[in-house]
């Protein structure tokens, strides 16, 4: 059985952990080495049972962490080339295992990992999907600027999904940010808005998705009361049941709940 944890989900740090006991892997490592060995140990996740990272993109609160974690541990970490080229402009890949993620993808832990490309400000931003040996299908599908085709088709059909809903509109536009924040936020390469995130979703539940996480909530522009409600309504108007159709909740930023199926 699947084990699935956001360890960490927000604008300080993102981190979630895939595994079925005998082996995990990392989706982005966004907080420091010595908190991530934290949040894996309240969980009862060795760390020497974790086979490979997999970095969605450069920036910091998806990396924060990586350098120290990967090199000291001897854990290898993919990502795409352009991501590679950013970290290490960055300096996180300083003695790491760095490798290009493969087109058709590389099999971990016992799941078969497979990304696919999300329009965010940076080059080379992906999100990715796990299929386990059951059968299932889990993905993590954050940092997204508007939901294209090719991320539809990416995370159809999978059980388990961590999508973003990164800010109610309204607390954006009228809260605290300068507006070159905001319009970057609100770009074709910012964050999906609790709106967009909702609108996706029936198809999904209607395609084999029973249990959504909604992550990278932002602590500014949103709240998890917000993001839930906006997707509670639009799955209800679609006819769709909670506890029965689906499950959902909010990714908190620290210490996410472990689901196990």
């Known amino acids: 059985m699947a084990r699935v944890c956001p ?8 981190s979630t952990v895939v595994g079925d006991g005998s082996g995990y892997i990392l989706f982005d490592v966004g907080m420091s080495a010595k908190r991530t060995l934290s949040a894996l140990a309240d969980r009862d996740i060795d760390i020497s049972r974790v086979a490979a990272i997999f970095i969605t993109h450069d ?4 990396i924060n962490g990586v350098r120290v974690l990967a090199a000291k541990r001897g854990i290898p970490v993919y990502a795409t080339a352009a991501t590679l080229d950013g ?5 996180q890949l300083s003695g790491v295992d760095a490798r290009e993620m493969p087109v058709a993808g590389v099999e971990a832990a016992g799941l078969f990992v497979r990304s696919f490309a999300t329009m965010h ?7 990715y999907t796990a299929n386990t040996a059951d059968g299932r299908k889990i993905a993590v ?11 539809r088709i990416a995370i159809t059909g999978s059980d388990y999904i961590v999508i973003e809903s990164n800010h109610d509109v309204d607390m954006l536009r009228f809260g605290p940010y300068p507006y070159a924040l905001r319009q970057r936020i609100m770009s074709p390469r910012g964050h999906l808005s609790n709106d967009d995130c ?13 249990r959504f ?3 990278h909530l932002s602590e500014e522009n949103n709240t998890p009361r917000l993001a839930l409600e906006t997707a509670r309504k639009t799955l209800f108007e679609n006819g769709l049941r909670e506890g029965y159709d689906f ?3 909010a990714a908190p930023q620290y210490g996410g709940e472990v689901t196990v199926f």
């Open 87 to 91: 970290m290490e402009r960055a300096g």
């Open 247 to 249: 499950t959902i909740c």
């Open 121 to 127: 400000d940076t080059q080379g931003s992906c999100g």
């Open 198 to 210: 909702s609108r996706e979703l029936p198809r999904l539940a209607k395609t084999g998705t029973t």
């Open 7 to 14: 360890l960490f989900s927000g604008s300080k740090g993102n």
């Open 59 to 62: 920036h910091c609160d998806h």
């Open 213 to 215: 996480v909604l992550g």
């Open 141 to 151: 599908a954050t940092d997204l600027g508007i939901m294209t085709d090719e991320v």
